[in-house]
């Protein structure tokens, strides 16, 4: 329900407060009164008036005054004020604006010069109300987008973008929550690193180190793949989880075939520095059990299940330059990858030796 605009008269003369209150609630004005300055400032404190009018000659404290203390009042809202008076001479009407008022009425008051100037306060006063509710609700959305921004890089530390958005977004159902999920995990590593660790500076290697996980994130964010973890020049990507994706299997495949190409001009500057490194990994596609794993202060985000124990020995098979892919990765990409089998490999953790598959290159 709209709420009339409530407009203080003040004015030592009940007189005139009569006549000015008469006339404003006939045009459906709601009117509260004072009559004396001390009694105007606990009025505008009481009943936040959308208008003022004040009159300048009273007792104790003058129109003046009260237009000071008011205008002083960092607590009280925007309100307007006229200023009504039987002083005409230019220089009253200077000190009552430059004492905080908005308008000047001189008595005896034209009412319908009295209609038009509140008519214009109160539009005045809509405005400035109407852009302060901007500007408290653009400061609101500002401060909430800087908040989401600052989680966002915390959880960027610990989870890979699509996870942490959808966490901040709900955008999921409860994504952090243990589910079942069939997902295709790619493990990766450095042929050579352990050997390479326990012979170089600390330096150099995290030297490596440093220039290896650059290169390969910047190509799993290409590919929007979930990293799992990483630990020294190990690290472990799944696709469909969070975000399902139609071809996650092709989406693994080109991320691997993505990163030995980059890797390899990396490698050969190492070997002139050396360094004898080269990459492999592995792939596979099944059903893992997905969710938040650690403690309070501190979670990452893993899949556990055959699939990825299968992905990380194929990855422990693969010779530098080589990614290993499963038979069920092979039956998602076979249109689209040129491969050679590498034979069934025996493998820790698996009773039965396993077919594997190198991928050669992309043809689709």
Known sequence: MHTPPRILVVDDNPANVDILRARLAAQGYEIVTATDGEEALAAVSKHLPDLVLLDNMMPKLDGIEVCRRLRADATLPFIPIVLVTAKSDSKDVVAALEAGGDEYLTKPVDHAALGARVKSMLRI?????????WGRTLEQRVTEQVTQLEKFGR????????????????????????????VVVVFLDLRGFTAFAETEEPEEIMGVL????????????????????FAGDGMMV????????PDAALRAVRMSVAMHDRLAPVTAKWRKRGFDLGFGAGIAQGFATIGAVGFEGRWDYGAIGTVTNLAARLCGEAKPGQTLISTRVLSSVEDLA??????????????????????IRLIG
Do not use: C
């Open 338 to 359: 040129e491969v050679e089998p590498v034979g069934e490999l025996q493998l820790k953790g698996f009773l039965k030796p396993v077919p594997a598959y190198n991928v």
């Open 210 to 229: 440093r220039e290896y996980h650059a290169e390969m994130g910047r190509i799993i964010l290409a590919y929007e793949g979930t990293l799992e973890r």
């Open 125 to 133: 006063k809509a405005l400035h109300d109407t852009v302060q509710d």
């Open 155 to 182: 959880l960027k530390r610990f989870f890979s973008p699509q996870l942490a958005e959808l966490i901040l977004a709900g955008g999921a159902e409860d994504p952090l929550k243990s589910h079942r999920r069939e």
């Open 238 to 245: 799944f696709f469909n989880d969070p975000v399902p994706v």
